[in-house]
């Protein structure tokens, strides 16, 4: 077992396990503004470490440039996916303030 | 190459969220775990050695078949409990036995299918293309293909007859929101671009009509959902040309075999490539709008949450 080989085992995983904390966290979380928390940032990283684990061994540089790819669309999906699921949770909790009153919370 | 922790744990993943999507009362958690389902069933496909089976049933089951379920959902009355299903314990039955008979029918296979592996090797230069599941899919079993696109485009043109019930096209639901817009204009030419590259490595890797339609079909819907107005969608005859053209452009290149002194649906090895790769182009086109037009052909929801006439 070269170094390389145990050095990306361990990025497998470390992202294995923080998709697992995602994942306990968006079952043990009491809200989901937490729950959403949990889902983007966590299971982001998880995600970026098993690309990052996998990158050695791509078999080639367009293989490694479209794992990469996967990471970004990966990153930007979830970051808007979560703002959406966030702005239509308070959207339907409490409608937007009067212009005047924009400035309470 | 047999991962039997792997494999296992696949099992019992699809499993799990398959019972979880039926037996969910809350039909949202329902159609959320069916999307975790298609995607499982995309990563059993990939173990399975049918990565052009993957990719469709990753772009046709888990993306646009669960947007389908989503829209659905969100049309009908939230909150109102799903009813239990009647005579579960017949219905077990069934599934199981159909499952073991299925089971059985896959372990008791005749023969080994070595033969038809050498037969289909030595009939590949005839074929047009250098990726085998496209030449089965499009030139030895063409007729089957053509079929299944009759079933799409009967499928097309019953959303068609949904949209001429309503007085006015249906109204543009759509997010008006920056962030979707940024993403969205990222995203669309990066759907577009696979979606052609998807229809071009088609002859020579897993890929195809089918699979390029349903990523153009996801990617209209997304620019749909966003409010971006994409013309040709109101009814009108460049809306029926584009369902009806895959079918037509179809039929005839498989009338073509007869006019040539050949059976239908067989091309003659030096024009076959030609004649696939033009079939398969329309074909993309027409696949991604029939997907488009189910999504969009839904009658709007009046205000009291039941369906609307």
Redesign the interface.
Known sequence: MTPLVLLQCALLAAGGAFFVIGTIGLLRLPDAWCRLHALTKVDNLGLGLIVLGLLPAAPGVAAGLKLLLIWLVGLGASATMSHLVAHAKYYREQPYPAPDEAGAD | MPQPLLDGLMVLALLATACGALLSRDLFRAVVLFIAFGLLMALAWVRLRAPDLALAEAAIGAGLSGALLLDAVGQLRRGEPVAAPRRPRLTLLLCLALGGALGWALLARPTPPAVMAETLAAAMPDSGVSHEVTAVLLNFRGFDTFLEICVLTAAAFTSLALQSLQAEPPPLRH?S?R??D??VA??AP?MLMLAFYLYWAGSKEPGGAFQAGALLAAGAVLLRLSGVALPGLEPGPFLRFGLAAGFLVFLAAGLSGPLAGMPPFTYAPDSAHLILVSVEAVLTFSIGLTLLSLFTAAPPVDKEGGRGH
Do not use: I
């Open positions: 997010l929101n962030v979707l940024v993403l990222w995203l990066l």
